[in-house]
């Protein structure tokens, strides 16, 4: 580490360098940027260093240890083995495990719980080592698990069956099951009323919406980089607070992410000068009209690329650099994963949602800025199912309209939510304002500007090479308005070869 930063300033020295711990980042990045001057800390991931789980007490600008769990036991290990076993990618497919829960039955509940894991009743766990290769081999599972569940490891990209569905709900109703009793054990040990949580596990927005119902906290903050990128934020946070002693200002009304917005921007003159450069058609408009103008698109049922301000920090678009589209349309669930993202028609899309209209719509009272939270459509939102869409199982269950906003309905009525609030994004909050003035509707699909496997969009200049690269039919860069019709120099050359699959 030296060496190398003493290529980038040979006056740099041994002394000056600090370091947190991985785990230690990761409580940092939950606790400094809530709005709690008190809070229980919860940190879930892989490994960092050797520690999988750990609990820490945060108090004004200190952060406390309280226990761990170490290597090789851990609930992102276990997660990702059977991310593999399923045929997805580790460390990237986590999330459609998540999403592909839903379609299956919990029937391997207790194949895992009698065979693959212990589970003491303060959350504890200890894995059973003999069912997994990933400290000695080159996999995260071997023929021992293949037995168990009665074969080899999906091929990936093949297709899905009923076993892959039930093996997803199976092991996230396990996961479920620990990650609610560590939070009610914390809860008597500390006796505090709020918690924060980070680590790769805290993204596992299906069980944060559980913990979240069971009430065992009053408040939940979850750091919405929580995955290791977050670290590089809990780290500074720690060397600022604990080891510069610094003090720590704290608003209870909104943490101190600033909607999570720490991304570039770009300057109108940089946006125009890159549009003339790649001979684009373009409007300029004010941001009045850009507002109207793509309120009208989304009811008219166009798929629009969203890039607006700064670029979101974390693994959510939240409407910096977001595919938006209207969520009452039946088909457009489908047509943005075919057509835009090109991947797997079973994945869901968010709804990002004004935050005073959230109580209308869905079974969730707090803020959920971050779509870290997962709830329950409004029963009054609800389109009940014949007798023929109740027999209906896996991947058929895909196309049953379920509610009044059926693009963002999971199979099991849930959605994955983003409260919209004006005074962190005051365009997008303005936006969804005016397509709820012409529709009744208060929600908009959002779904990250890139297609499958490549990152999210950063630059006018990838906006671009999106936009043109798949089937969106409008881009709106700032206050410039794109229609796709209107590119004759635009290059639309294929270019999802250029990423791996997810």
Not at 168 to 183: G, L, N, R
Not at 201 to 230: H, M, R, T, Y
Request: hydrophobic fraction near 35%; charged fraction near 25%.
């Amino acid at each position: 580490i030296i060496s190398e930063l003493k290529l980038i300033d040979e006056k740099m020295v041994p002394e000056k360098l600090y370091f947190s711990d991985h785990h230690l980042s990761h409580a940092a990045a939950a606790f400094y940027p809530s709005p709690f001057e008190e809070a229980a800390i919860l940190c879930m991931d892989a490994v960092g260093e050797w520690v999988t789980t750990s609990a820490w007490i945060g108090d004004k600008e200190n952060i406390e240890p309280i226990w761990e769990i170490n290597f090789p036991d851990s609930l992102g290990m276990i997660y990702s083995s059977f991310t593999y076993y399923c045929g997805f990618k580790v460390n990237s497919g986590e999330y459609k495990l998540m999403g592909l829960a839903p379609y299956g039955k919990p029937i391997f509940v207790e194949t895992i719980k009698n065979n693959l894991i212990t589970i003491k009743e303060d959350g504890s766990f200890k894995l059973n080592m003999s069912y997994f290769d990933y400290c000695t081999g080159l996999k995260m599972t071997n023929k021992k698990f293949n037995d168990l569940f009665g074969g080899e490891p999906r091929k990936p990209e093949s297709n899905l069956t009923d076993k892959e569905m039930n093996i997803a709900s199976s092991i996230q109703v396990v996961i479920e099951e620990i990650i609610t009793k560590i939070a009610k054990n914390i809860k008597k040990e500390t006796n505090i009323d709020n918690l924060c949580l980070a680590g790769g596990v805290a993204l596992n927005c299906v069980a944060n919406g559980k913990l979240v119902k069971e009430k065992i906290f009053k408040n939940i903050w979850i750091q919405p980089a929580s995955g290791d990128a977050g670290g590089a934020l809990g780290s500074a946070l720690a060397v600022y607070y604990l080891m510069l002693g610094n003090k720590r200002i704290v608003d209870r009304n909104r943490d101190s992410m600033k909607g999570s917005f720490l991304g570039p921007s770009y300057s109108e003159n940089d946006i125009e000068n890159i549009l003339l450069k790649s001979k684009a058609q373009y409007s300029k408009l004010n941001m009045k009209e850009i507002v109207e103008k793509v309120s009208e698109d989304l009811k008219s049922g166009k798929a629009i690329g969203w890039m607006q301000g700064r670029m979101e920090f974390g693994p959510r678009a939240l409407g910096g650099r977001s595919i938006i589209a209207d969520p009452r349309s039946p088909k457009m669930q489908k047509l943005l994963n075919l057509k835009v993202k090109y991947r797997e028609s079973f994945r869901p899309f968010a709804p990002s949602i004004l935050r005073e209209n959230l109580s209308e719509w869905f079974e969730l009272e707090q803020d959920s800025p971050y779509m870290l939270l997962v709830a329950k459509v409004k029963n009054t939102k609800i389109i009940k199912m014949s007798d023929d869409d109740k027999k209906l199982f896996g991947i058929d269950k895909l196309n049953i309209v379920r509610s009044e906003i059926p693009s963002v309905t999971h199979v099991d009525y849930s959605a994955r939510i983003q409260t919209v609030h004006k005074d962190t994004n005051p365009v997008y909050y303005d936006l969804i304002s005016k397509f709820n003035k012409i529709t009744d509707c208060p929600i908009i699909i959002n779904t990250s500007f890139n297609i499958r496997g490549e990152p999210i969009v950063c630059s006018p200049e990838d906006a671009i090479k999106c936009f043109m690269g798949t089937e969106l039919d409008i881009l709106v860069i700032d206050n410039f308005y794109l229609k796709k019709i209107d590119q004759k120099e635009l290059s639309n050359k294929n270019y999802k070869n250029l990423y791996e699959l997810d």
